[in-house]
């Protein structure tokens, strides 16, 4: 319709039509396909970060290692590092945010879609950018923090480093425009009903850390501006020779690492917060306190980057100050712990992959948590910075916790995603893989911290005692990546298997359950009106006088199997168009893929010559100018 | 179960790792009062952490075992939260790390003070990638192997600088990249900030050699920074101070030709800058470079290239032949020895010269 009442366009502006095959993912707008999109990417950068760790490990399996050279392990933990923050963890809590959000607060989609499919192109382009160092002269060596001044001048010769500053703006500009999306989206598009203290906990934490990303990647922009202006064009921000300061890079490169730290962590968090539930079939314990810890930890990630570097010199003062700062942070994460267990207490267990990764989400961050507290005693900390104990830690956060939490949320959701169930036996296999291979990989690593093992050595001699934990680790290493292999293989089986997941296999909670899987393009027919935190499990059940659960006699289940032949006859009648429904929805788009490519053509010209930056501007522009022209829907 | 073998993992660890013998940098094993200190507060933390490791853990599996599903079980009751229990569990964390903070906050100002009896000052400067000292009270310098007297305070002044590289206008040198000065059986580290001295105390309580290196990432040879520290009793250190003072002995025979070649008297075939370019030689008119290590008395330490390999006459030879070979650097951006395409003959020459440097 709307298309008859406005004059047709010219075209090269015309809109995509195509719903299938390849081209229709490079100008989707759907927020479930980019929400794919992400996960498929950033697994497959899992994959690329997972082999640089394992050629790490190998290198280090015994003393003196051969593996690799002192030039090529600097560049492989560089790139480890740098890619599993920047190119899987983020983009991994991206792609649930992107695919469940919008189904988890009743919306159709997200605010701005086709600034969506911006990010993620962009995204791309920044992360291939980066990845395609290694073809231009060797990747970058400067650590996945770039501490100034060993990144600058005849310290840095290459052009590594620039690859690593261009591919970290470039994607930063996505995560940017993924927080605003999210932020609107959440703020804007809820169902009827859906307060803000009726969201999902994944909500909150989503939108908690859109803007922690709002504010912290600026940061990070402005300092790898200034190093990138530093470099190649002589301008003195943290060169110490020509009055400029080092530790100002570090300042700002921590001002926003800590809140990453929390940006990469808290999805998980909403993820497990999610999960206990419906395993536990009893409700959140104290839904309020852990939205509003998790805001506090919003809030106090900011005041706590200075701990990243109490052996720089900042003096007792500073050093005081920050530790205190620090060990209140581990106040509002600890009371997370205890609700997460106070949740299960008293419930009726169901120990399904997705909650065996939830508990072993607690398990695992709570000793990352710990070892955390023991880097706030500033003074053990002068011993176990930059020593294998940190490495220790980080890993128990991130992978423990991040990436546990994550894998819980693949295995809960993928029936909604895929309308199949991941193989319990496989994913149970994966779990105890990888829950063994974990903990002989990094636990370990607390003792040659502390008998003293730096970081980003690539090479410790015999008789430092250090020969048998390292071996562990690699063992452990190699057992990790055999879990992976176990999950690769159940995705693809699942994928050839022609078994439906049941409607709601979980008994679940929340609203992504009540529609048909996998969830049509407008994914809700009728928007639902929320009544109740957890609205999906008050129309199933009740509470008797005791508070214990009652099902409720009519309805409940058997009204979503009505829903679901509902929906099953409106897919017969023209799948994914919504027509059946009469819904309109936004129309796909070539021109975010096209600004990004442009984007990612200017980042070459910013490290080579200013004529490739011309050649990219002209397309970034030509993208913006399409996007802006064409009509609003086909 | 699961959990408590999850549990047993760590307690293990700490038990295996306070007994491993045989780890010259093992933090746990402190032999100076101020690395005592920080053992000192580490444990009981460690400890604390360790009750809650246990309370959490336990929980887990308590929580697994009791209520996992059974079969026939009844549904639930569904508590939605409880007031008193949130409070408890934000308050009591929250007590516990006032507990923490303030000895450690304590400790933080005990470690900073800056000692006054009996201190003997150090100038400790990084370069990419070994270790200058510079006495100046003694008015001495070596590299790598930091000789100290048993019991003294050592104050060190940490700098970073390339002498390698131009430096700016009105400055004697150009500074260099961020390194970390670390021993740990003696002390914590310190970063070594270009622009800034940092001040490190350490003091040993024993006699001994003590291990350390740079734990700041400084970029290609970071792992091969590494350095020692030599306690000594006051008479012994007093003779070592001594020996350092002096010029070298004018060498004879192969030496002597070896002298020739180091001092640019007689010039290397490949038309290569001398030795003295870029070390020190004391008793040598004009050698006071400080772009190598001071090599006056280079026989008087155990090692070299950072205190990464063993000083003998093979790895010596070896180091002359290539020494981005043996230790990855990049002179041709001004940081590390380059290779000087040395004859065979030269070389002999060099390490019969170098061997006599007592």
């Not at chain 2, 002179?331 to 000087?340: F, Y």
Request: proline fraction near 7%.
């Amino acid at each position: 319709m709307a298309v008859a009442l406005t004059r047709a366009p010219a075209r090269p502006f015309a809109r995509p039509k195509e719903e299938h095959g390849f081209w229709s993912w490079i100008s989707t707008v759907d927020h479930k396909r980019i929400g794919i999109l992400y996960g498929v990417t950033a697994f497959l950068f899992f994959i690329v970060g997972g082999s640089e760790a394992l050629m790490i490990r190998m290198q280090l399996a015994a003393p003196n290692g051969k593996v690799l050279t002192a030039d090529e392990y600097n560049q492989l933990f560089t790139m480890h590092g740098t890619t599993m923050v920047f190119l899987v963890i983020m983009p991994l809590a991206a792609a649930f945010g992107n695919y469940f959000v919008p189904l988890l607060i009743g919306a159709r989609d997200v605010a701005f879609p086709r600034l969506n499919a911006f990010g993620y192109w962009v995204f791309l382009s920044g992360g291939l950018l980066l990845y395609s160092s290694f073809l231009f002269g060797g990747a970058p060596n400067g650590g996945w923090f770039g501490y100034a001044p060993q990144t600058i001048g005849r310290f840095s010769p290459g052009h590594g480093i620039d690859f690593w500053l261009v591919g970290l703006i470039i994607t930063g500009i996505g995560s940017l425009t993924a927080a605003a999306n999210f932020i609107v989206t959440t703020l804007n598009l809820r169902a009827p009903g859906m307060t803000l203290m009726r969201m999902p906990v994944f909500v909150w934490m989503n939108l908690v850390v859109s803007f922690l990303l709002l504010f912290a990647i600026p940061i990070i922009t402005v300092a790898l501006f200034e190093l990138y202006f530093d470099r190649n064009f002589g301008s003195n921000f943290f060169n110490a020779n020509l009055g400029g300061d080092p530790v100002l890079w570090q300042h700002l490169f921590w001002l926003f690492g800590h809140p990453e730290v929390y940006i990469l962590i808290l999805p998980a968090m909403g993820i497990v917060s999610e999960v206990l539930p419906v395993f536990s079939r009893k409700p959140l314990f104290g839904y309020s306190v852990v939205v509003f810890s998790g805001i506090a930890i919003g809030f106090m990630g900011w005041g706590v980057w200075a701990h990243h570097m109490f052996a720089v010199g900042l003096g007792p003062v500073a050093n005081s100050a920050f530790a205190a700062s620090t060990m209140f942070i581990a106040v509002p994460t600890g009371v997370k712990i205890f609700n997460w267990l106070a949740t299960t207490w008293g419930g009726d267990l169901r120990l399904k992959t997705p909650m065996l990764f939830a508990l072993g989400f607690i398990g695992m961050f709570t000793i990352g948590g710990l070892s955390g507290v023991t880097h706030a005693v500033v003074p053990a900390d002068y011993q176990q910075t930059d020593t294998y104990y940190i490495v220790a830690h980080f890993h128990y956060v991130l992978f423990g916790g991040a990436i546990f939490g994550l894998f819980a949320g693949a295995y809960y959701w993928a029936p909604v995603v895929t309308g199949k169930m991941l193989d319990e036996t496989l994913g149970k296999i994966h779990f105890w893989l990888m829950l063994i291979g974990f903990n002989l990989a990094f636990g370990p690593m607390h003792i040659l911290g502390l008998q003293g093992q730096p970081r980003r050595t690539y090479q410790y001699p015999k008789g430092m005692g250090w020969d048998f934990w390292n071996a562990v680790s690699t063992i452990g290493a190699f057992t990790i990546a055999l879990s992976i292999l176990t999950f690769t293989i159940n995705i693809f089986k699942t994928m050839k298997s022609k078994e439906r997941a049941p409607q709601d296999p979980w008994d679940a909670r929340t609203l992504e359950w009540t529609i048909p899987t996998p969830p049509p393009e407008y994914n809700f027919a009728e928007i639902p009106v929320v009544h109740a935190r957890d609205d999906f499990w008050h129309r199933k059940y009740t509470e008797d006088e005791q508070g214990r659960l009652v099902r409720i006699p009519s309805g409940g289940s058997d009204e979503t199997s009505a829903l679901h032949e509902q929906h099953a006859d409106s897919d017969d009648s023209g799948h994914g168009d919504g027509h059946g429904h009469g819904i309109h929805m936004p129309s796909p788009s070539y021109f975010p893929a096209l600004a990004s490519v442009g984007i990612m053509i200017v980042g070459y010209g910013a490290i080579y010559h200013w004529w490739i930056g011309a050649i990219g501007g002209v397309i970034l522009l030509a993208g913006v100018f399409g996007w802006g022209n064409e009509p609003l829907s086909e | 179960m699961r959990r408590l073998r999850v549990a047993a993992i760590p307690a293990v660890f700490v038990f295996l790792a306070s007994c491993a013998s045989n780890a010259p940098q093992d933090t746990l094993k402190p032999d100076g009062p101020i690395s005592r200190k920080i053992d000192h507060l580490f444990f009981p933390v460690l400890g604390v952490a360790g009750v809650v490791f246990v309370l959490v853990q336990g929980l887990i599996v308590v929580t697994i075992v009791k209520h996992r599903h059974r079969p026939g079980r009844p549904e639930p009751v569904q508590v939605h939260g409880n007031t008193k229990m949130e409070i408890g569990w934000t308050v009591v964390p929250a007590l516990l790390l006032v507990g923490v903070a303030f000895p450690t906050i304590f400790t933080i100002f005990d470690i900073a003070k800056e000692p006054t009896k009996n201190v003997l000052p150090v100038d400790v400067y990084g370069h990419m990638w070994w270790w200058e000292y510079r006495y100046p009270t003694l008015g001495i310098s070596t590299a790598n192997e930091l000789h100290i007297p048993v019991g003294s305070p050592i104050r060190l002044s940490l700098h970073t600088i390339e002498p390698g590289l131009p430096a700016a206008k009105g400055e004697d040198f150009a500074t260099g990249v961020i390194h970390s000065f670390w021993v740990p059986k003696l002390a914590g580290k310190q970063d070594v900030v270009p622009g800034r001295t940092n001040k490190l105390t350490i003091r040993a309580s024993e006699e001994g050699e003590y291990y350390g290196q740079c734990a700041e990432y400084c970029n290609l040879s970071h792992a091969n920074m590494r350095l020692r520290v030599i306690s000594q009793n006051q008479p012994k250190f007093d003779e070592w101070v001594a020996q350092q003072r002096k010029p070298i002995e004018t060498p004879t025979g192969d030496a002597a030709a070896g002298f020739a070649l180091f001092t640019g008297k007689k010039p290397f075939e490949s038309k290569g800058q001398p030795c003295v370019g870029c070390h020190t030689m004391q008793g040598v008119e004009g050698a006071s470079a400080r772009v190598g290590p001071n090599l006056t008395h280079l026989q008087g330490r155990t090692t070299f290239a950072g205190a990464t390999f063993e000083l003998n006459a093979d790895n010596l030879k070896r180091w002359l032949r290539d020494p981005s070979a043996m230790k990855p650097m990049r002179p041709e951006q001004g940081t590390g020895m380059p290779n000087l395409h040395l004859s065979a003959t030269e070389i002999n020459q060099l390490v019969a010269f170098l061997e006599t440097l007592k």
